[in-house]
Every structure is written in structure tokens, then in C-alpha cells.
């Protein structure tokens, strides 16, 4: 029987569905993650600051953004911990729309569900020589 494939979504690709994903690749389960969102969106210095990087911007160019802005500040909101996890599972955000086969998708956030249903588990790409 083939193994399923999982795939684990949020809106950025960082928190959730990164967190999923290292656990399930812990236990040796076919599984990649991505976001929904247009964008990666990270909290910044305030609300209405937030850091913004398009999906594919590696985990270390982040990482170094936010080293370079103010250490102390994403050591403490953890977003600099969060980024060098990520950065052992994968090279940088992927976007769902984007996405390959998948057998299975988790949402790890109600509000995304119709994000994550309106593009089909597996895309059929027709390539014209």
C-alpha cells in the first residue's frame, strides 16, 4: 500500500503548519506544509508593523532580517527560535496554491479551510512539447 502524503496549512508557512511538519517528519511520515496567505507575515515591532516576505524568501534570509532589525526583540517573541526550527525542516516557505500531490491536507486554522478547498489535493499540470 503506498504511503499517504500530508500536507499541514496556515496562512505563512512558520508557526503551524512548521511545527506539524517537524513533528510528523520526527515519526517518519511523508509530509510537507505551506501557507495560504498572498504573502509571509511575520509579527514586527507593532501591529501595525508587521514584516512581510514573499513565499520562497529562505528561512535564513528572514532569520538574518530580523537578527539585523533587533535581536533582543525576536528572541523574546520567539520568532527567532521558531525561524532556526524551520530552517532544520526545510529551505524556505512554500505557497499551498503552489502545492503538489497530496493525499491528505490539515488546516491549522478554521478560517483557511476555503483557501486550502478551493485548489484541488493534486494539480494536473498539461505540458505542451
Known amino acids: 500500500m503506498p504511503r499517504l502524503k500530508f500536507a499541514m496549512v496556515c496562512a505563512s508557512n512558520n508557526n503551524r ?12 511520515m ?6 495560504v496567505g498572498n504573502n509571509v507575515k511575520l509579527p514586527g515591532p507593532s501591529q501595525k508593523q508587521p514584516n512581510v516576505y514573499k513565499f520562497g524568501t529562505p528561512y535564513q ?3 538574518n ?3 539585523k532589525q533587533n535581536r533582543d526583540l525576536y528572541v523574546k517573541n520567539g520568532l527567532l527560535p521558531m525561524l532556526e526550527r524551520n530552517m532544520s525542516v526545510k529551505q524556505a516557505p512554500e505557497k499551498w496554491q503552489d502545492n503538489r500531490c497530496h493525499s ?8 483557511l479551510a476555503g483557501s486550502v478547498i478551493s485548489y484541488p489535493l493534486c494539480k494536473f499540470v498539461k505540458f505542451t512539447p
Open 17 to 28: 503548519s512548521m511545527e506539524a511538519h517537524a513533528l510528523l517528519s520526527q515519526h517518519n
Open 30 to 35: 511523508q509530509v510537507a506544509s505551506f501557507g
Open 61 to 63: 534570509d528572514i532569520y
Open 65 to 67: 532580517d530580523l537578527l
Open 104 to 111: 491528505a491536507a490539515c488546516c491549522c486554522h478554521k478560517l
